[in-house]
């Protein structure tokens, strides 16, 4: 009788623990990607607005903000919480793990909720966010597809209530997954290497050096140039898979290669890196942390301008 009895409370248990934790959402699968694990559609977070287990995160400005944003988000701001300037004087680098759970706690995440990134149109701060989870080991983060943009314009809830914030005591327990960030020295290595690939995801005339943002134009001798733009439509959601593949292998961004990605400060970058790894199912994906500010301010690093 005692036997069946903690059976009884075991097996509640377990049904109260699936009914507040949060699932996929299987509404994207039509598109064909490799792993909607990390993404979900505007439905599925409208339904699930009440489970207390989901924590959404919004990236945009503050004004943004309290004009209006998805009830019960709570803000920050992205270029402060996953950028800094490294001890070399490079700008917009991944911050340390202490600066990020700085950011999470001040806003009341929890190491054990289900995150939700979302911007303003096309998931590009968002992905930065996602990508700084993800090196630092949260367990389960997820971009909103089409963002505000799609939310605010197909009549979802709109709230401009200031949310209360529970302040909470956020620490990452894993060590840093370091295959997700690479170096100018691994860059460097891969040039000459035809088994790996720089993807470049700024736009054209960034990359053939007519838009130039550091002490030199141009781009990494060999590399390939994706601007992020084209991985996301007009509402800025992601393309379908089979167009997405497409795009990216008609550049020589093919599976059988590793790839890093790069822009001007990693955050283009991330957006690629989520598309090539996450919907896609690339296996060897790095973000070039240090991107174009680095290379580009470095003068003894080799560069083109040809297109």
């Not at 911007?119 to 909103?144: F, I, K, P, T």
């Not at 460097?188 to 130039?212: A, F, Q, W």
Request: charged letters at 25%.
């Amino acid at each position: 009788m005692k036997k069946n009895l903690i059976l009884t409370v075991v097996l509640l248990l377990s049904i109260i623990s699936c009914t507040t934790a949060a699932d996929k959402d299987s509404s994207l699968s039509s598109r064909g990607y490799h792993s909607v694990s990390k993404l979900v559609s505007s439905e599925w977070l409208n339904k699930n607005l009440d489970n207390e287990n989901i924590k959404i995160i919004d990236v945009r400005s503050q004004d943004d903000y309290e004009k209006g944003h998805i009830p019960g988000a709570q803000r920050l701001t992205p270029s402060e919480a996953f950028q800094w300037e490294d001890s070399n004087g490079v700008k917009g680098m991944l911050p340390s793990s202490n600066h990020i759970s700085n950011a999470l706690s001040s806003i009341g995440i929890q190491q054990d909720d289900t995150v939700i990134f979302y911007d303003s149109m096309s998931n590009l701060w968002a992905s930065r966010g996602l990508w700084a989870l993800e090196v630092y080991g949260h367990e389960d983060v997820r971009l909103l597809d089409g963002s505000w943009n799609y939310w605010s314009q197909n009549d979802y809830p709109i709230s401009t209530n200031l949310e209360s914030i529970s302040v909470s005591n956020y620490k990452f327990s894993k060590e840093p997954n370091r295959d997700l960030i690479a170096d100018w020295e691994e860059i460097l290595e891969s040039v000459d290497d035809p088994s790996k690939i720089v993807c470049d995801t700024r736009s054209p005339d960034e990359y053939i050096g007519k838009d130039v943002r550091a002490d030199r134009g141009g781009h990494i001798p060999n590399s390939s140039n994706v601007n992020w733009v084209n991985a996301v439509n007009d509402s800025g959601e992601f393309l379908d898979a089979k167009t997405l593949r497409q795009i990216y292998e008609n550049k020589g961004i093919k599976t059988d290669k590793g790839i890093y990605t790069l822009c001007q400060t990693a955050v283009r970058a991330t957006h690629t890196w989520f598309v090539l790894s996450e919907l896609l199912g690339y296996e060897d994906v790095k973000v070039y942390d240090g991107s174009w500010i680095e290379w580009g301010n470095n003068p003894n690093l080799p560069l083109e301008t040809r297109g």
